[in-house]
């Protein structure tokens, strides 16, 4: 095996009954590879963050998938292509600042952001005061990446304009996740602390929700719960308090989470918030049975308890139409097998709510 990498092993579900062990018994190991920072020099940057030198595509500005990798270097080449046939779209950097880039067309969604741009940046945090980030424009209206990038010291900001390239003299590169669903535990539970740390005694929030929460996607407008109102009424009988991520700024979000021990949710970019939970935090993932041949079972969050040292339990969930995709579907919660999974997570007798 490479000597650069590094196998992390996981635990089953805490609740995985045995007819659903296939869905997580071959995967109980992966593979994660030593995360570098690059400085590189006169090097083209496509506006989504892809990176092009004189040997190609940049590696360590992508992520390491098969499939996608037409995909990212016809990005890159759309980019280069029309800056060189439309010089005004390509703006050239050519002072020695060194000018620092994180972001990848993934990024607006706020796992990817949280798990990999906000890493990208954490590895590099000791020397960021002396560098310019780069930042594109589109960036501005995602409020949570502003405020997350708030503990950071840069030089300076560099906002790319809309749909423009760069050729920057000096760049540092920090290495993006070559897996998405993979985890580096000790940079994940620093960064919880550092942010946790930020909110209570730099931005001085002490939003209490409660240990217990419910998640809930009510207002998405895709892979929703049909039935909500049930499930809303289980959780409130066990005492946890159902809110929607929306309602709440990015700081209030982590002092929220950051006083809770236990939470269920349908799978979405909001658990990702899990992150903040105290330590030896329960989670109960609702999620996609798997009905069709294109679909698939993600390990996102099963992972990332893991990393975080937190139980992880899990509920497969009837899709309201069987040919939709993982991350669309809506689909209907088993309102008795929930029950019984939340009086697992919570070490209760769930006889009294199935009665109700």
């Given at each position: 095996m490479n000597s650069m990498r590094e196998v992390v092993r996981v635990n089953m579900p805490k609740n995985a009954a045995q007819k659903e062990e296939n869905l997580f018994e071959p995967f109980l190991t992966y593979e994660i590879e030593k995360l570098k920072v690059r400085k590189l020099h006169n090097v083209f940057v496509s506006y989504s963050g892809f990176c092009i030198d004189k040997n190609g595509l940049v590696?360590?500005?992508?992520?390491?998938?098969?499939?996608q990798m037409q995909n990212f270097t016809q990005d890159a080449m759309y980019h280069y292509y029309k800056s060189c046939n439309t010089p005004g779209n390509l703006l050239e950097l050519k002072d020695d600042e060194t000018y620092l880039l994180f972001h990848h067309p993934w990024f607006v969604n706020y796992g990817h952001w949280m798990c990999e741009g906000i890493l990208r940046i954490w590895m590099v945090r000791k020397?960021?005061?002396?560098?310019?980030?780069?930042l594109p424009e589109k960036y501005l209206t995602n409020r949570f990446i502003i405020?997350?990038?708030?503990?950071?010291t840069f030089k300076s900001i560099y906002i790319i304009p809309e749909g423009k390239s760069l050729l920057v003299k000096k760049l540092c590169l920090p290495r993006i996740k070559p897996v998405v669903d993979s985890y580096y535990y000790d940079k994940l539970n620093e960064i919880k602390s550092f942010y946790i740390n930020y909110a209570i005694n730099v931005k001085k929030i002490h939003l209490n929700l409660g240990e217990k929460l419910y998640l809930s996607r009510k207002k998405s407008v895709q892979r929703r719960v049909q039935n909500e109102?049930?499930?809303?009424?289980?959780?409130?009988?066990?005492?946890?308090t159902s809110l929607c991520n929306e309602d709440y700024t990015f700081w209030e979000q982590v002092a929220i989470y950051?006083?809770?021990k236990y939470l269920v949710s349908i799978h979405g970019a909001g658990m990702t918030n899990m992150i903040f939970m105290n330590k030896n935090a329960q989670i109960l993932e609702l999620?996609?049975?798997?009905?069709?041949?294109?679909?698939?079972?993600?390990?996102?969050?099963?992972?990332?308890?893991?990393?975080?040292g937190y139980g992880y339990y899990q509920q497969l969930c009837q899709p309201m139409r069987e040919e939709d995709h993982f991350f669309t579907a809506d689909f209907v919660v088993d309102i008795q097998k929930l029950a019984e999974n939340i009086a697992t997570l919570v070490s209760l007798s769930p006889d009294k709510i199935i009665g109700d």
């Open positions: 590696k360590e500005s992508h992520h390491s998938y098969p499939t020397q960021a005061h002396k560098m310019v980030l780069l405020d997350s990038l708030e503990p950071f109102t049930d499930v809303e009424r289980i959780v409130n009988e066990y005492g946890f950051a006083n809770a999620h996609k049975k798997m009905t069709n041949p294109h679909d698939w079972h993600s390990f996102a969050f099963w992972y990332m308890c893991e990393a975080l």
